[in-house]
């Protein structure tokens, strides 16, 4: 998995040796950090590896910034790449030079944001950031002009080290067809798992600028002419979920974009109603949500079920794009993961469905009253002015963890309504509790006693800027936040192994062609059986992990080809067990008969006989 060092050079027939600077690779170094922390000695690390105790202790020493970097570059890495950036350097248009550098940071922050890219929408932004480039360089500057073409295209992403990217083509608007028969296909999945609403769960990733008032308030004005004022300052991700019933809500994810603020210090993070990360980006990497899925989410939801005494098994609803690790449903088989399809999050989403809209609209209401509380508070001694600036990102995780308590059950459960109908429970008036037009006028309202003269049109304004993308400047920022390492990197680390349905029935086929050999040579009919039926029960995870994989491409397939304009499904793609191979030729055929007389079942068939 891990890079190894290079071996040392012989020596030269001089008798001295080639003293040569090695290498370490990002992955050696974060290998060489977690063996330390297993308790292992500096020297024994470095005589395993061929390396110097001392460098092995240098790499310990700097254990916080490798970690950081690992976090931060592990979910694109080709565009964060020594090369990529080497490459574009050696352009001659400097200005050139400076807009790919912004347009790989725009683009990771969208991939970041599971947002579809495709060629025209790229070669918009180029454009659009060539001009900031050009303007901020002032007159004279453009001495070459900038169509973002094709061919401009191509050379970029060569240059880039773009390899790896999925575009979209045209970007597509929401596919609406998919939408409708997606619902569909979910229930059967549900009714196949047993799954009840308890046990079915939906996280999304949402942006939120913790710091930001109306655009047309004089703090908001006076704050973007400010000198050194940051907007990427401001912005976290926060990742947001609950289970379909509604009576289980998952603790927030926030990432923010330094690790210890001076807000936090003496605050034990562990503590807090948050589960507290960072990047320099304040983006949820691979990395980061491989963390909560494995330390965070199958704990808290397997404790929550025992504690209502249900089976723990958990059916959990992803967005489809990148930046989730691949094999999510193969670490733990109590856990399954089904990803929405492409272009229909907006349509099919449930935390889309409102529910991240009314906890954007409390924290808003909540930063208000907060403001207002403390400047009345105060006796006349702070004004709004003075009260903002020492809002603090304490103050918001607060706010968070209190907005995100305010959202009702009856929000969260009502929000399944297109992807699960049935599992949307009738609730009362009162249980539904009160409505986002209530909620913004609160806020008008306390505008109103702080004199900020803002209106409904101003909130709703700012309750949807917090999706908006980077602007350009918010870009020259992050990209000057990227860490730059001076020594070469190792390729990317291979992807994890996911389970393969084909190889896996190869296997399990010949499993059951062992067992088949085994019996017929056991004299002790009673034994067998005994071992037979612990060995079945020790593989029924991988047997129904062939069944569900088949359905899924068999459906996935189905929704990929079907004739919208006929409204007539292609056949479904199922795997044929008749075309595999098999390692030996001389062993009794193997066939798994179509369609089986006992789901799950497979049967092995001899010249003269089949059992």
């Given at each position: 998995?891990?890079?190894?060092?290079p071996?040392?050079?012989?020596?030269?027939?001089n008798?001295?040796?080639t003293?040569?600077?090695?290498?370490?690779?990002?992955?050696t170094?974060y290998?060489?950090?977690?063996?330390?922390?297993?308790?292992?000695?500096?020297?024994?690390?470095?005589?395993?590896?061929?390396l110097?105790r001392?460098?092995?202790?240098?790499i310990?020493?700097?254990?916080?910034?490798?970690l950081?970097?690992?976090?931060?570059?592990a979910?694109?890495?080709?565009?964060?790449?020594?090369?990529?950036?080497?490459?574009?350097?050696?352009?001659?248009n400097?200005?050139l030079v400076?807009?790919?550098?912004?347009?790989?940071v725009?683009?990771?922050?969208?991939?970041?944001?599971?947002?579809?890219?495709?060629?025209?929408?790229?070669?918009?932004?180029a454009?659009?950031?060539y001009?900031?480039?050009v303007?901020?360089?002032?007159?004279?500057?453009?001495?070459e002009?900038?169509?973002?073409?094709?061919?401009?295209?191509?050379r970029?992403?060569?240059r880039?080290?773009l390899?790896?990217?999925?575009l979209?083509?045209?970007?597509?608007s929401?596919d609406e067809?998919?939408?409708?028969?997606?619902?569909?296909?979910?229930?059967e999945?549900?009714r196949e798992?047993?799954?009840?609403?308890?046990?079915?769960?939906?996280v999304?990733?949402t942006?939120?600028?913790?710091?930001?008032?109306?655009?047309?308030?004089?703090?908001?004005k006076?704050e973007?002419t400010?000198?050194?004022?940051?907007?990427?300052?401001?912005?976290?991700?926060?990742?947001?979920?609950?289970?379909a019933?509604?009576?289980?809500?998952?603790?927030?994810?926030?990432?923010?974009?330094?690790?210890?603020?001076?807000?936090?210090?003496?605050?034990?993070k562990?503590?807090?109603?948050?589960?507290?990360?960072?990047?320099?980006?304040?983006?949820?990497t691979?990395?980061?949500?491989?963390e909560?899925?494995n330390d965070?989410?199958?704990?808290?939801?397997k404790?929550?079920?025992?504690?209502?005494g249900?089976?723990f098994?958990?059916?959990l609803v992803l967005?489809?794009?990148?930046?989730?690790?691949?094999?999510?449903?193969?670490?733990?088989?109590?856990v399954e993961?089904?990803y929405?399809?492409?272009?229909?999050?907006?349509l099919?989403?449930?935390?889309?469905?409102?529910v991240?809209?009314?906890f954007k609209?409390y924290?808003t209401?909540?930063?208000?009253?907060?403001?207002?509380?403390?400047?009345?508070?105060s006796?006349?001694?702070?004004?709004?002015?003075?009260v903002?600036?020492?809002?603090?990102?304490?103050?918001?995780?607060k706010?968070?963890?209190?907005?995100?308590?305010?959202?009702?059950?009856?929000?969260l459960?009502?929000?399944?309504?297109?992807l699960?109908?049935?599992?949307?429970?009738?609730?009362?008036?009162?249980?539904k509790?009160?409505?986002?037009?209530?909620?913004?006028?609160?806020?008008?309202?306390?505008?109103?006693?702080l004199?900020?003269?803002v209106?409904?049109?101003?909130?709703?304004e700012?309750?949807e800027?917090?999706?908006?993308?980077?602007?350009?400047?918010?870009?020259?920022?992050l990209?000057?936040q990227?860490?730059?390492e001076?020594?070469?990197?190792?390729?990317?680390?291979?992807p994890?192994?996911?389970?393969?349905?084909?190889?896996l029935?190869q296997?399990l086929?010949?499993?059951e062609?062992g067992l088949f050999?085994?019996?017929?040579q056991?004299?002790?009919?009673?034994?067998?059986?005994?071992?037979?039926r612990?060995?079945?029960?020790a593989?029924?995870?991988?047997?129904?992990?062939?069944?569900k994989?088949q359905?899924?491409?068999?459906?996935?397939?189905?929704?990929?080809?079907?004739?919208?304009?006929?409204?007539?499904?292609a056949?479904?793609?199922i795997?044929?067990p008749?075309?595999m191979?098999?390692?030996?030729?001389?062993?009794p055929?193997?066939?798994v008969?179509s369609?089986?007389?006992?789901?799950?079942?497979?049967y092995l068939?001899?010249?003269d006989m089949?059992h």
């Open positions: 998995m891990f890079s190894m060092a071996k040392r050079k012989k020596p030269t027939s008798g001295g040796a003293k040569r600077r090695k290498a370490i690779t990002m992955e170094k290998y060489i950090i977690k063996r330390s922390e297993k308790g292992e000695t500096n020297t024994e690390i470095g005589r395993a590896l061929g110097n001392t460098t092995v202790q240098s310990v020493k700097d254990k916080e910034r490798i950081q970097h690992m976090e931060c570059g979910s694109m890495k080709a565009v964060t790449t020594q090369g990529a950036t080497t490459r574009i350097g050696k352009q001659h400097p200005n400076a807009m790919e550098k912004l347009l790989l725009w683009l990771e922050d969208q991939i970041q944001r599971h947002v579809p890219v495709g060629i025209a929408l790229i070669q918009e932004k454009r659009e950031l001009e900031v480039v303007e901020k360089q002032g007159e004279g500057s453009a001495t002009s900038f169509a973002a073409s094709r061919g401009w295209f191509n970029f992403k060569v880039a080290n390899h790896n990217l999925k979209q083509g045209e970007v597509a929401a067809e998919a939408a409708e028969r997606f619902p569909g296909c979910l229930a999945i549900i798992g047993g799954y009840t609403a308890d046990q079915v769960f939906s999304e990733e942006g939120l600028f913790w710091k930001r008032m109306p655009s047309r308030t004089y703090i908001s006076e973007k400010a000198p050194g004022h940051k907007v990427s300052k401001e912005r976290l991700t926060l990742l947001l979920g609950s289970n019933s509604g009576d289980f809500k998952l603790k927030p994810l926030l990432v923010y974009l330094a690790e210890n603020p001076r807000a936090l210090n003496g605050i034990f562990p503590q807090l109603p948050v589960i507290w990360k960072a990047n320099k980006k304040a983006w949820v691979d990395g980061i949500f491989e909560w899925f965070h989410f199958v704990p808290s939801a404790k929550h079920l025992e504690e209502k249900q089976e098994k958990v059916l967005n489809t794009g990148p930046g989730y690790p691949i094999n999510l449903g193969e670490v733990y088989p109590e993961v089904v929405l399809p492409p272009n229909t999050t907006s099919l989403q449930p935390m889309g469905q409102g991240i809209g009314s609209a924290y209401r909540r930063t208000f009253r907060h403001v207002l509380s403390v400047t009345e508070n006796g006349g001694k702070l004004d709004v002015r003075q903002w600036k020492t809002y603090s990102i304490l103050d918001a995780i706010n968070i963890a209190a907005a995100w308590n305010e959202v009702k059950k009856s929000n459960n009502g929000a399944w309504k297109k699960c109908p049935n599992f949307v429970m009738n609730f009362t008036e009162f249980e509790g009160e409505s986002l037009d209530a909620v913004r006028r609160n806020i008008v309202q306390y505008s109103e006693r004199n900020l003269g209106e409904a049109e101003d909130v709703n700012l309750l800027s917090h999706g908006e993308e980077l602007s350009a400047e918010d870009l020259i920022e990209e000057k990227m860490i730059r001076e020594e070469e990197e190792a390729p990317a680390p291979k994890p192994r996911a389970l393969n349905a084909k190889i029935l296997g086929a010949l499993i062609e050999m085994i019996g017929e056991d004299p002790n009919v009673e034994r067998f059986t005994k071992y037979e612990e060995i079945q029960d593989i029924t995870f991988y047997k129904e992990t062939v069944k994989k359905m899924r491409e068999s459906m996935q397939a189905q929704l990929e080809n079907f004739d919208f304009k006929s409204k007539s499904p056949p479904p793609a795997l044929n008749e075309e191979s098999y390692p030996d030729s001389t062993t055929e193997i066939v008969l369609p089986p007389t006992s789901p799950g079942v497979m068939k001899t010249k089949a």
